[in-house]
């Protein structure tokens, strides 16, 4: 017997959780539109403006700015495969959550030679200690997280790029969770390789990757480009270093896919490419700092209800991220019951937690089109609701116009 199952009809839920959230319409929109292939002039003129549009995301002049084909991850893993080297590369791991914790399973996976600098989880790493590892170890590469959902901080990334200029590394930074929420300074920060994500303050669905890479770190790049000399390429006469361990992965090749070359790579996602030129466009139209300033305070207000509702807000205030907010669990209560009635109840999602956090903290973000006054409120509302429900002694009724009081 052959089932058909039903179409596609999921629920409208409001997505407050550390990520996905919900696609700004005018993405899901730009999304259906008809596909191009991937030669096609107007589809290359697409490439290229997203090109364009996301120099302008990530504040650079870098040429080297496009999309990997995967979720952010795909972009965290193109970086690290191309930079490392099995048994040759040294990377320094900025490391203070689970994000900071992927970027170890990823080294390790490639055979770096890694060393972390480590803070405890709702803490940053301070860049002095940065430095001091880094002086020590000497490493090749210095890879951090920006924002770590997983423990709302963001880390402080000034004087990283002066910081690996003077021992002659490049620096890898995550930022899919900020990226269009927090200023993510590429060039003011003096960094190499910066990636994201959609699914967080861009406000698109996930399966799209922009990155950016500086001049220099292309340059090394392409110094380990594929020949047809064969797997071992270090062999060559020609002094090529060893070839990069991925197919997929190889930013050589896709750096080739996205110039003037067009050297055909893989097939071009193009239903993701309009989803990510789109999210741009809305975020630039916007005007970038008019965004960070609205996810301030759609993050200033969560805050804000939180605490006025009773509640304790998780992670040092001075490096908490403006678009997610953690807070405590109360004591004796089932964080998972209070989901599934955000959930069933009112079509909202909050977020679990990981590691040393989980069943400790509720993670909530506004993000991208849900950094919004409406989706705030409705969001504290409906907690404070969930919470009342299961008997939890809240201060009834001041969440909101706490809340409201952020937006004057
Ligand atoms: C959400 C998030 C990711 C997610 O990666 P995906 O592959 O898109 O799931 C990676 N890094 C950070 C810092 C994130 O917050």
């Given at each position: 017997m052959t089932d058909f199952f039903g179409e596609i009809n999921p629920p409208?839920?409001?997505?407050?959780?550390?990520?996905p959230v919900n696609a700004h319409p005018r993405v899901l929109r730009a999304m259906s539109a008809d596909l191009l292939g991937q030669f096609d002039p107007e589809m290359t003129a697409y490439m290229n403006e997203t090109m364009a549009l996301y120099r302008q995301l990530f504040r650079t002049q870098n040429r080297w700015t496009f999309l990997i084909d995967g979720t952010a991850r795909a972009a965290i893993e193109a970086a690290l495969v191309s930079l490392i080297d099995a048994g040759r590369t040294h990377v320094l791991i900025v490391r203070s959550g689970r994000f900071g914790l992927l970027l170890t399973e990823i080294c390790e996976r490639l055979g770096a030679d890694y060393e972390v600098v480590d803070a405890p989880w709702g803490e940053v790493v301070p860049m002095d200690a940065i430095r001091a590892k880094a002086l020590e170890f000497r490493p090749d590469v210095i890879a951090c997280v920006h924002g770590d959902t997983s423990t709302t901080m963001a880390q402080p990334l000034d004087g990283l790029g002066d910081l690996c200029r003077e021992i002659g590394a490049f620096s890898y930074v995550d930022a899919t969770a900020t990226l269009g929420g927090m200023p993510i300074e590429t060039d003011g920060w003096g960094v190499d390789i910066v990636t994201a994500g959609l699914?967080?303050?861009?406000?698109g669905p996930s399966g799209s990757a922009p990155m950016t890479i500086s001049d220099r770190a292309a340059e090394f790049i392409f110094s380990r480009r594929h020949t047809?000399?064969?797997?071992?390429?270090?062999?060559?006469?020609?002094?090529?270093?060893?070839?990069?361990?991925?197919n997929y992965f190889d930013l050589a090749m896709i750096m080739d896919y996205w110039?003037?070359?067009?050297?055909?790579?893989h097939t071009e996602a193009t239903t993701m490419l309009y989803g990510a030129r789109e999210c741009a466009r809305v975020a630039l139209q916007e005007g970038l700092e008019a965004r960070f300033e609205r996810h301030a305070k759609a993050g200033a207000a969560m805050t804000a209800g939180l605490r006025a509702m009773g509640l304790s807000v998780y992670g040092d205030d001075r490096y908490r991220m403006t678009n997610v907010t953690g807070v405590y669990i109360p004591k004796g209560l089932d964080g998972e019951r209070v989901r599934q009635r955000m959930r069933e109840d009112f079509e909202i999602e909050i977020g679990t937690a990981f590691g040393p956090l989980q069943g400790q903290i509720w993670r909530i973000g506004a993000m991208g089109?849900?950094?919004m006054k409406s989706k705030v409120l409705t969001t504290l509302a409906a907690l404070e609701a969930c919470l009342v429900a299961e008997g939890v002694a809240v201060n009834l009724g001041a969440a909101v116009p706490a809340a409201r009081e952020v937006w004057g």
């Open positions: 409208q839920r409001l997505l407050m959780g550390p990520g699914q967080k303050c861009l406000g047809e000399k064969g797997i071992r390429a270090a062999d060559a006469e020609d002094g090529h270093r060893p070839r990069i361990g991925s110039s003037e070359k067009r050297l055909n790579h089109y849900n950094a």
